[in-house]
Structures are given as structure tokens and as C-alpha cells.
């Protein structure tokens, strides 16, 4: 079973939509989790982090973990061709020690 | 406040050959990561450094990859010799707490 799964199935959205993306993890003992989101032929770059369980919110993007769940979830509102990027959940046990990673889900926003 | 650099961005070599890959962290991270991307999965963590030290190398693939961090600053990533299934994407973050920084990344290709 893999750590982290996220469905890497391509989501092409108009603009303006809420885009929804999600992953699941088997390891408990995960605490940190991320979001990144990465351009092509770009370096993945940090767009949202929680530590535990709960929601974070920034600007137009909400980031939820449900411990009990093993789920975590990404919120893009008033989606804009700019977010049109791969979108990568990730996790780690200690903050300082490795993260795991999802596939990515590769977004595109159609104007 | 430069990011995390890798050079080169792109390398292209034959099966047997060496190649070396450069990290330059974030100033003032004692954190050093290195990645690797292989096509069709997710992104997998090779090891961790903390200053010169190697924290964790459990995601090494095999001893034909050597990575070294000199004086806690720069870190070269090697892979001697290389063989078809090293090609991938490779990339170096930095972290001073739990957040990653990660650089573009260095495709690999071998031939």
C-alpha cells in the first residue's frame, strides 16, 4: 500500500470554478502536511502547509486535514487560468525528516 | 533572498557514464534534501542532510549514487555509472524548520 495516494487523473475546470483535490494516507503518524504546486519544468513550489488536523485558508485556497480520516483536501476558489499548474499533496512524521509524496494532479483552468 | 539553485538543469548522458548534480541551499538552512522523479511516479525522497551530516539516507537506491554536503553549504548529488533507470528529474530543498524549499530540479536523462 502506498504511503500517500492522491488520483493523478487530469481536472480541467472553467474559469471561475472551485477546484477540489484530495489525497489519503495510510501512515498515522504523519503531522505536517503540504500542498505544492508545480509550473511545468519548474521546481515544486510550497502553497499551502498544516500541521494536524483542521483547516487553513489563504486568500483563495483552503486546506483541510481530517486525522481521523487520513484525508487531506485542497480548495481552489474563483479558479483562474494562472492556477492551470500540477498540484502536489505531501507529508511528513517530523518536520524535519522526509516528506512523501502524491502523484500530483495536473489542473488546468480553461479562460 | 536567492532560492535553492540546481545546476545543471538538464543533463544528458550514456549508460556508464558519470554525472555529478550541484545543490546550492537556501542561506542558513541547515536542512538539505535530495528528490528524485521518475516518469509516471511520484516524487521520492533519496536522503537528508542537517548541516554536513547525512540524517538519513534510507532512500538511496543503490551505492552507485554518492551524495556529499561540503562544510554544510553546497551538496553534489553523483551517480557512477549511470544506467538507463536513473534517468528522472532531481531535485534539492532546503528547510531551516519543518517548511521545503525545493529548486527546479535537474532532468537526467541516460542514453
Known amino acids: 500500500q502506498k504511503e500517500v495516494e492522491q488520483d493523478p487523473g487530469p481536472l480541467s475546470v472553467p474559469e471561475g470554478a472551485i477546484v477540489s483535490l484530495n489525497c489519503t494516507y495510510s501512515?498515522?503518524?504523519?503531522?505536517?502536511f503540504m500542498w505544492y504546486r508545480q509550473y511545468s519544468r519548474k521546481g515544486p513550489e510550497l502553497l499551502m502547509y498544516?500541521?494536524?488536523?483542521g483547516n487553513k485558508e489563504d486568500g483563495r485556497f483552503t486546506a483541510q486535514v481530517d486525522k481521523s480520516s487520513k484525508y487531506i483536501s485542497l480548495f481552489i476558489r474563483d479558479s483562474q487560468p494562472s492556477d492551470s499548474a500540477t498540484y502536489l499533496c505531501?507529508?511528513?512524521?517530523?518536520?524535519?525528516?522526509?516528506?512523501?509524496f502524491g502523484k500530483g494532479n495536473q489542473v488546468v483552468v480553461i479562460p | 533572498e536567492a532560492g535553492v539553485t540546481q545546476f545543471p538543469s538538464h543533463s544528458v548522458i550514456e549508460k556508464g557514464q558519470t554525472v555529478t548534480l550541484r545543490c546550492d541551499p537556501i542561506?542558513?538552512?541547515?536542512?538539505l534534501y535530495w528528490y528524485r522523479r521518475v516518469m509516471g511516479k511520484e516524487i521520492k525522497f533519496l536522503l537528508h542532510?542537517?548541516?554536513?551530516?547525512?540524517?538519513?539516507e534510507s532512500g538511496m537506491p543503490n551505492n552507485r549514487f554518492l551524495a556529499e554536503r561540503t562544510g554544510g553549504t553546497y551538496s553534489t548529488l553523483k551517480v557512477q555509472p549511470a544506467e538507463l533507470e536513473d534517468s528522472g528529474v532531481y531535485f534539492c530543498?532546503?528547510?531551516?524548520?519543518?517548511?521545503?524549499?525545493f529548486g527546479q530540479g535537474t532532468r537526467l536523462t541516460v542514453v
Open positions: 530543498a532546503s528547510s531551516q524548520d519543518w517548511l521545503a524549499f
Open positions: 501512515n498515522s503518524a504523519f503531522q505536517y
Open positions: 498544516t500541521y494536524s488536523s
Open positions: 505531501a507529508m511528513s512524521e517530523d518536520g524535519n525528516n522526509r516528506l512523501a
Open positions: 542561506s542558513g538552512h541547515d536542512n
Open positions: 542532510f542537517v548541516k554536513e551530516s547525512k540524517q538519513d
